[in-house]
């Protein structure tokens, strides 16, 4: 297992708002530093599995990804597409109809940074 590398996203349907990813794996940690450095075109959208509880490393949401799960897409079904801040306001639907069996796909997620440990 790789060191956890956390990174973080931004939507431009919640602007002004970052979440933040945690990888333990190591093909996914180099898969996003392909896609900062601009050499990763295609599969540039996060993908993965919410937990609904608060991660230490993103605080400000009452949720996050389960690291295991993270993968990154270029194209994906609507029925997971959402942005973070409605994800946030209806956690407690997330799972049924809403994101089917926890699975979140942001068509407009973008990785802004790598964080420093």
Not at 80 to 101: Q, R, W
Request: proline share 6%; with cysteine; net charge negative.
């Amino acid at each position: 297992m790789a060191t956890a590398t956390r990174f973080a996203f931004t939507q431009p349907s919640s602007p002004g708002t970052e979440f933040i990813i945690e990888l333990t794996d190591e093909a996914m940690i180099a898969h996003a530093r392909r896609v900062l450095s601009g050499e990763e075109k295609n599969a540039v959208h996060v993908h993965g599995r919410i937990i609904k509880r608060t991660a230490p490393y993103n605080p400000k949401f009452s949720f996050h990804i389960d690291p295991q799960t993270i993968r990154f897409f270029e194209m994906a079904i609507e029925v997971c597409d959402a942005n973070m801040t409605y994800v946030e306001d209806h956690l407690d639907e997330a799972g049924g109809a809403f994101l089917p069996g926890g699975h979140w796909c942001p068509w407009d997620s973008k990785l802004t940074r790598e964080l420093k440990a």
